[in-house]
């Protein structure tokens, strides 16, 4: 146990680093095509990452697929990203999109880094941290409720953006790419 308390502190202290790398800056939503969502869902030893692409604004879906992979990292709150981040890149593997949006926290995080960051600097393209709630520690100012989701900056992207663009995508509170792909996640077909 203080072993894994140990390099725990070490990745807390990597993602402190990594969080100054984030980039936060404007995205002109009239320039989104397409969304990109991801979830992914658990079952015993198995990990099932699903991906759903929609047209922008109107989210007409245009495709979707996922992943399965074994676990490989436990959950230990606020170290999600070490628990997702391989099934969130194996289902984005070949796909083209805009903006994504994941399925946890990005600037909204204790260490301002998130899953919705450690995706977005991999990838290289802007990511939206989207959330059911707030995690405790999460900087102030750090995201935005939205209907019922908590929108925070993943990467290559500002706060306004990400509201901008989360906002037209609200179904019953909640974006509707990320209520697909958690559907999808848990079952074979939308």
Request: hydrophobic share 45%; proline share 6%; charged share 25%.
């Amino acid at each position: 146990m203080v072993e894994l308390q140990k390099k725990l502190e070490q990745v807390a202290a990597v993602q402190a680093k990594l969080a100054g790398r984030v980039v936060e800056i404007p995205v002109d939503s009239g320039s989104v095509r397409v969304v990109a969502a991801v979830d992914v869902s658990y079952r015993k030893n198995m990990a099932r990452a699903a991906l759903v692409l929609c047209t922008f604004p109107d989210c007409k879906v245009l495709g979707s697929k996922t992943a399965v992979v074994d676990v490989t990292f436990p959950y230990i709150p606020t170290y999600f990203f070490l628990r997702e981040t391989r099934p969130v890149l194996m289902v984005l593997r070949g796909e083209e999109f805009d903006v994504l949006l994941v399925e946890g926290h990005g600037r909204a995080h204790p260490r301002g880094y998130g899953l919705a960051s450690h995706i977005g600097l991999l990838i290289g393209r802007p990511t939206i941290g989207v959330a059911k709630g707030p995690l405790r520690g999460a900087p102030e100012g750090s995201f935005r409720r939205v209907g019922k989701a908590y929108v925070s900056v993943g990467h290559l992207i500002d706060l306004e953006s990400a509201v901008r663009i989360v906002e037209p995508l609200l179904e019953g509170g909640y974006p509707k790419p990320l209520r697909l792909a958690d559907r999808l996640s848990k079952r074979e077909t939308l």
